[in-house]
């Protein structure tokens, strides 16, 4: 008998490679182009006094120009970052469900929810553009509530699904066995 690898899904390593391809190309940008970004999102934060907190004076104001500017370029990196990292993930946990006993539908879907997972990089691009403009209280929320917990629920729905999954029909062929 000839042992080879199942390959997951075809949406999952499209997926899984063009996240690790923006992580890249992101991260290649952050170096090339730090400094413009920083000016754009200075000048879009001192346009805003009021949804950053200005005190009126320089000296303060400096200071909190400073903390928005390192939560825009926090959540840039950790764009980067997840990107790479839900790309090696997404390929890797599709790779392990692909080559599972796990019937060919049951395979798709807990696929299809682990590769939901790679929405959750795109909360932290969208933070990084909407801290300038409505403030870190007032996007976090909403970031956290329309990307983090519906895509993050999938992403944990599809992993604790293979558990499940496999469980479930462990116990199907073992109650089939002895009625």
């Known amino acids: 008998m ?21 992580g890249a190309v992101s991260g290649g940008i952050l170096v090339a182009f730090q400094d413009w970004i920083a000016s754009v999102a200075r ?3 001192i346009r805003r006094p009021e949804i950053h907190g200005f005190a009126g004076m320089e000296l303060i104001d400096e200071r909190r120009i400073s903390e928005v500017l390192d939560q825009v370029n926090t959540a840039l990196r950790l764009f980067h970052t997840h990107s790479l990292g839900f790309g090696l993930f997404i390929l890797v946990a599709t790779l392990l469900v692909a080559n599972m006993s796990v019937g060919e539908r049951g395979r798709t879907v807990l696929c299809g929810l682990i590769t939901a997972g ?11 553009g909407l801290i300038p403009f409505w403030g870190i209280d007032r996007v976090r929320p909403t970031i956290e509530w329309l990307i983090f917990v ?10 604790c699904g293979v558990p499940v999954y496999y469980l479930a029909k462990v116990l199907t062929r ?6």
């Not at 000839?2 to 923006?22: C, D, H, K, N, T």
């Not at 073992?174 to 009625?179: D, G, I, S, T, W």
């Open 2 to 22: 000839e042992a080879y690898l199942r390959r997951p899904p075809g949406f999952s390593l499209y997926i899984s490679f063009m996240l690790l391809v923006l």
């Open 150 to 159: 519906p895509f993050g629920a999938l992403l944990l729905a599809g992993i």
């Open 118 to 128: 790679a929405v959750l990089p795109f909360g932290w691009l969208a933070l990084a």
């Open 43 to 45: 000048r879009e934060v």
């Open 174 to 179: 073992a109650m089939e066995r002895h009625p």
